[in-house]
């Protein structure tokens, strides 16, 4: 579907980038949700970087996901024409 998250990278501080299928790009905070039930075990950083996607929506291994219209709700929208690799070297993107 055109709101599909199409990829996810880890970045610091609990937040992740994301391109969603219909060309938005962002950055969305987990912080809010690591102290709540299944999303406690995404504070440990290793297994947080695990992050990948399942038919569309955001997950990690143990199951826990979030579907792609809370992550487009709730990013941090960034300007499409910048590539991930940009966002991964520069590590600290503003809040």
Not at 47 to 53: A, E, K, L, M, R
Not at 54 to 67: K, M, N, R, S, Y
């Amino acid at each position: 579907m055109y709101w599909d998250v199409k990829t996810v990278k880890p970045l610091p501080d609990y937040r992740i980038y994301v391109e969603i299928e219909d060309g938005r790009k962002g950055v969305f905070d987990l912080k809010p949700y690591l102290d709540h039930g299944v999303f406690r075990e995404l504070r440990d950083v290793h297994y947080f970087n695990q992050v990948g996607i399942l038919f569309g929506a955001v997950t990690w291994p143990h199951e826990q996901d979030i579907a792609p219209e809370t992550v487009i709700a709730g990013m941090v929208p960034l300007d499409p024409s910048i590539s991930s690799d940009i966002v991964m070297n520069r590590g600290q993107i503003n809040k």
